[in-house]
């Protein structure tokens, strides 16, 4: 990430924070690593995705329907899933002083040591290769870093490292009030995806919902996992939440499947008018040994291209090992006649096409893809400048600023009239107080798409000066005309 990048995206963070959309969690205590409260036009933000995506999954396709699972699940799902054996991180000990550290930690305590001595090439390099080294999960590189880089322990002050071994990322607390015998038969996991809510449901769902393959059970919900590389504002964070569609189809139908979900899952943020160009595919070459296909769709973020979404073709893996653990038959029972024997499909163990994308991380998308710091010249030749944020109007925290041009004069009658007409139907913000330049402004810092102002010719001839965030334009249009050009926008 060069300097500039780095800087457009502290000036994100500082933004969202400054404008009510992402505060540090516990701020007063000075926060907590990687986790992260959502304010109030954050919420809404988020909630307005969260709800875009949902209505395109489960209202738009007929053939998908929408659970809702519990966080705690039963503790053999992650055995099953292979989330025990296979979840995991590096962490390497000091053999002097015993200490145990996550590599990650080692060594971006060591980056922020050359930023503050203003070697701020050297950080990114050096930061930059253990993002290389992590992603290849090369550990011997990994220790190598460390010790090229003469990174040593706080505590003994010495290099002596064993080698690099792995960490499970899932946290783990106990259940239940009554102590067990063996403490490990009351611990339970914090589920690190939505998705095993999803599979160990199939079968209820399948039949209460009638549903006939192929279908989708869709999910949003928070996720949470104890990252080693979480210094990216929201991008990566310890508690999150996902949005997850699990599509059942008939085995050896997943390759078209598979095609249709990428395709479809683009359509779908460019949907939002976002630009094509910023978005890539990355196709998968080292698999899961279950999965068959698999890609990213990523965006070009301030911080570099990054995965926001993975769309996997998982086979029939986690029914299967869910089946195996549980002694439960996960199969379905396909009446539809195949052309080829002349007889039904019969009994099978669908195959899977997962959408999964981080809701944080869509949200961080449109933060980052809407920030503007603009520069304008006035009519008089005279320079100004402003920061806006172009969300898109369907998911813009407010819809509508409704602006008296004075606090007399019968204004603010008028306008809490319009007000009560329109926030039945999207959500409003009213205002009185400065001049109206500067409330202009306000609103475009939090990507109001459309500001009214009520001034005395409203009194004359019941017309009201309607203001677009992009383009500042101005235009007067009756009071009466103001909701349904809100509604036909969003
Ligand atoms: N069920 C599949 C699954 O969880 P994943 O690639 O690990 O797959 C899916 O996660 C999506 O969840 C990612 O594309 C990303 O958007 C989001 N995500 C994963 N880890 C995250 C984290 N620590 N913080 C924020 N978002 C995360």
């Given at each position: ?18 404008y ?173 995806e ?9 079968l ?47 085995p ?91 007889k ?17 991380r ?10 503007e710091?603009?520069?304008?010249t ?32 019968g ?11 329109c ?8 205002e ?59």
């Open positions: 990430m060069s300097t500039q990048q780095d800087n457009i995206f502290q000036q994100i963070i500082s933004h969202a924070k400054e009510g959309f992402v505060f540090p969690s516990s701020e007063i205590y000075d926060g907590l690593s990687a986790v992260y409260d959502y304010g109030p036009y954050g919420s809404e933000l988020k909630k307005n995705i969260r709800e875009y995506w949902w209505k395109s999954m489960t209202q738009l396709h007929d053939n998908i329907v929408g659970i809702d699972a519990a966080i705690f699940m039963h503790p053999t799902t992650w055995k099953a899933s292979g989330h025990i054996d296979n979840f995991s991180d590096p962490m390497i000990d000091n053999k002097d002083s015993k200490k145990r550290y996550r590599v990650d930690h080692l060594i971006e305590a060591k980056a922020d040591t050359l930023a503050q001595e203003g070697k701020k090439e050297e950080e990114f390099a050096l930061l930059q290769k253990m993002d290389n080294l992590l992603a290849a999960e090369d550990f011997d590189g990994l220790k190598q870093l460390i010790l090229d880089n003469n990174i040593t322990c706080s505590v003994s002050g010495t290099a002596n490292w064993t080698d690099i071994r792995q960490f499970n990322l899932m946290f783990k607390t106990e259940f239940g009030a009554v102590a067990a015998d063996n403490p490990d038969d009351n611990i339970v996991y914090l589920r690190p939505t998705a095993q809510g999803i599979f160990v449901n199939f209820n769902v399948q039949k209460t919902a009638r549903m006939k393959i192929p279908f989708g059970i869709a999910q949003t919900g928070k996720a949470f996992r104890n990252e080693i590389v979480a210094r990216q504002f929201i991008f990566r964070m310890r508690e999150f939440e996902q949005m997850e569609m699990q599509f059942f189809v008939r050896g139908t997943e390759a078209e499947w598979y095609k249709f979900w990428k395709e479809e899952r683009l359509n779908w943020h460019l949907s939002l008018r976002l630009p094509k160009e910023k978005y890539r595919y990355h196709d998968h070459i080292k698999l899961a040994h279950y999965a068959k296909e698999a890609c990213d769709i990523e965006f070009e973020f301030p911080i570099g291209f990054k995965e926001v979404e993975g769309i996997h073709s998982r086979s029939n893996f986690d029914l299967s090992q869910h089946q195996q653990y549980s002694r439960k038959k996960q199969q379905y029972f396909d009446n539809d006649i195949n052309p080829a024997t002349g039904p499909y019969g009994n099978y163990i669908p195959y899977v096409i997962e959408t999964s994308i981080g809701l944080d869509m949200f961080l998308l449109i933060l980052s893809n809407a920030y710091e603009e520069k304008i006035k009519e008089d030749g005279s320079t100004d400048s402003r920061v806006v944020l172009h969300i898109p109007a369907k998911i813009a925290p407010v819809k509508l600023a409704i602006l008296p041009l004075l606090k007399k004069d204004l603010p009658e008028i306008a809490q009239e319009l007000l009560a007409s926030k039945p139907y999207f959500k409003c913000f009213y009185e107080k400065d001049a109206i330049g500067k409330r202009y402004r306000r609103q475009d810092a939090i990507g109001t798409p459309f500001c009214v102002t009520i001034d005395h010719q409203t009194k004359e001839d019941n017309t009201v000066t309607i203001r677009y965030r992009d383009s500042m334009q101005q235009e007067r249009i009756p009071i009466s005309k103001v909701k349904q050009l809100v509604l036909e926008a969003i």
